[in-house]
C-alpha cells in the first residue's frame, strides 16, 4: 500500500469522511483527495498533521505494504487494532490467541507425526486395497 492508499484506509478505519479528515487537521479537502489520490508529494508538515488526526505512525502512514516483510504488517495491523474500541479489542485479541492456540497445536502434531514415524518405521505405500482373504486373522484373546 502507498501512502494514499494507507490515508485512505486510516480515514475509512475511523468512519471518516474526506471532509471529516479535511476538518480534524486543518486542510483542504481537495488536498486531501489529491493525496488519496497519490498526486502531489506533501510536506513534512502535511504528513504530522495527519499522523495527529488519524492517531498513527509514521510507519502506519507512509509503509508500502508491498515492500515490506510480514512482521512490520502484523505490527502495523496491531497498530491498528489499538484504535478499536474495548469490546472489539478484546475480539480481536481473542481471535488472535485462538489463531496462535491452533498454529501451536499444529507444530505440535506436526512433531509428533514426525517422531510417531521415527518410532513406527517407515510404511510401505498400499498399491491395491486387500481383499478379505489377504487380511490378517485378528489376534486371539
Known amino acids: 500500500m ?19 479528515l479535511a476538518d480534524r487537521t486543518g486542510l483542504r479537502v481537495a488536498h486531501i ?22 492517531e498513527c505512525s509514521p510507519d502506519s502512514l507512509m509503509m508500502d505494504t508491498a515492500k515490506v516483510k510480514t512482521d512490520a504488517l502484523l505490527k502495523q495491523a496491531l497498530e491498528r487494532a489499538l484504535s ?8 480481536a485479541l481473542h481471535n488472535l490467541d485462538m489463531y496462535c492456540m491452533a498454529a501451536g497445536m499444529i507444530r505440535e502434531t506436526d512433531a509428533n507425526r514426525k517422531w510417531l514415524r521415527l518410532y513406527i518405521g517407515p510404511h510401505e505405500p498400499v498399491t491395491a486395497t486387500p481383499t478379505a482373504p489377504d487380511l490378517p486373522e485378528p489376534p486371539s484373546i
Not at 2 to 20: P, V, Y
Not at 33 to 54: C, F, I, V
Open 2 to 20: 502507498s501512502l494514499a492508499e494507507n490515508i485512505r484506509r486510516l480515514r475509512r478505519d475511523k468512519g471518516w469522511t474526506q471532509g471529516d
Open 33 to 54: 483527495s489529491e493525496m488519496e489520490k497519490g498526486k502531489g508529494d506533501p510536506k513534512l508538515s502535511t504528513l504530522y498533521k495527519l499522523m495527529q488526526a488519524l
Open 84 to 91: 478499536l474500541d474495548e469490546v472489539h479489542k478484546r475480539i
